[in-house]
């Protein structure tokens, strides 16, 4: 399916063995994934491990991986609405994968009353940690997909997302760099009827936690401070990471790297977002 997706014509044509072996593709994905500040090289990392995925879509590990090389490659790359939207939605498939090969959550999701999205519900509260990182990458995939639907569309999956954040702080807030906090701190200033102090609320627990992840910051900065009309704390936030060393955690370096992109991109619309 991912092939559908390619950006442009220039994007690389890659030289895959006739007949890869499953380790063989799974070593090429995680080797261009670990040089993912490059754009091709992002786009080669997504390939292999979706093709790693197709041969053993079993493997969690390289589930999780190709799930975060969705969101990394939508949420960095693509500019196209319709293909960010398709990234999220094969993210968050990949993530859930994992989800299913789980015997206790298939057999909830099977036998609990009601809808699917009650029955999914229901299912999430019983898993464990071990499953924190698939959990994580379909909540951050799903929940960005969503993050620009319509009301009604945020509304109708709302307990289904917040089920899933509620479950991660339950068994580890802190997880990839204070990411439940930070998944709820951008789900609460997007969800209407939702005070505004909660989203402020969580953004800095997950600030708080890891104040050299850049995300966290330039999330707030674009979600929560354009809608409490907080330009000091905008313009503070934003500035903070251009000024930054992103190589601080270096397991992220790519991502900081394109935080501080994003933050020099919403500087420069600054006027604009507080008209």
Request: with cysteine; hydrophobic share 35%; charged share 20%.
């Amino acid at each position: 399916m991912f092939l559908t997706l390619s950006c442009s014509s220039q994007q690389p044509q890659l030289s895959v063995p006739a007949q890869p072996s499953f380790n063989s593709l799974q070593n090429f994905g995680n080797h261009y994934w670990e040089q993912r500040d490059d754009k091709q090289n992002a786009f080669k990392a997504l390939e292999y491990l979706s093709k790693a995925h197709l041969l053993d879509p079993d493997h969690a590990e390289v589930a999780v991986l190709l799930s975060r090389a969705y969101h990394y490659y939508g949420h960095y790359f693509e500019n196209d609405p319709a293909k960010k939207d398709s990234l999220y939605l094969l993210g968050s498939s990949a993530a859930q994968t994992v989800l299913f090969n789980s015997p206790k959550f298939n057999s909830i999701v099977e036998t609990t009353p009601g809808d699917g999205i009650n029955r999914m519900t229901v299912a999430i509260d019983s898993l464990e940690e071990d499953h924190i990182p698939a959990l994580y990458w379909w909540a951050a995939n799903f929940g960005h997909y969503l993050l620009e639907k319509s009301i009604k569309e945020r509304l109708k999956h709302r307990d289904l997302i917040e089920s899933v954040i509620h479950r991660m702080l339950s068994l580890n807030p802190y997880y990839y760099y204070g990411g439940p906090y930070r998944l709820m701190g951008v789900l609460y200033v997007r969800i209407p009827g939702v005070e505004i102090v909660h989203s402020e609320t969580y953004f800095n627990l997950a600030l708080d936690s890891f104040p050299e992840y850049f995300s966290t910051a330039v999330l707030k900065a674009q979600y929560y401070c354009t809608k409490a009309g907080d330009r000091d704390q905008f313009h503070s936030l934003l500035t903070s990471v251009l000024k930054a060393d992103p190589s601080s955690i270096p397991d992220v370096f790519a991502e900081n790297l394109n935080e501080q992109e994003k933050a020099r991109q919403l500087l420069e619309i600054e006027e604009l977002l507080f008209e």
